[in-house]
């Protein structure tokens, strides 16, 4: 019915329309910036930062199976000049 209409009607018909369509559209485009980005970005840092604590946690898992996979190496006594000295009381 609205589309048939002709003259200064249908003008009006399509400003307001093309007006609702702008305010509904800077709407959504508020919710998604103010809202939905910010909370994306912490969900983004969030996941980086836990990616980056587990791979440190491997790292230092790594570390603590070397050392632990290495021989304890025990005291040689070397042939020489050098005796040890023990005090005796």
Do not use: C
Not at 3 to 14: D, E, H, I, T, V
Not at 19 to 44: D, Q
Request: proline share 2%; net charge positive.
């Amino acid at each position: 019915m609205f589309f048939r209409q002709k003259g200064a009607n249908a003008y009006l018909y399509r400003m307001i329309r093309l007006i609702v369509w702008v305010i509904i559209i800077m709407i959504v485009l508020r919710v998604v910036l103010e809202f939905l980005l910010p909370i994306l970005r912490i969900t983004m840092a969030t996941g980086s930062q836990m990616r980056r604590m587990r791979a440190q946690m491997e790292e230092m898992e790594q570390q603590m199976n070397r050392k632990q996979s290495q021989p304890v190496q025990q005291k040689v006594q070397k042939d020489g000049d050098y005796i040890e000295y023990e005090e005796l009381k």
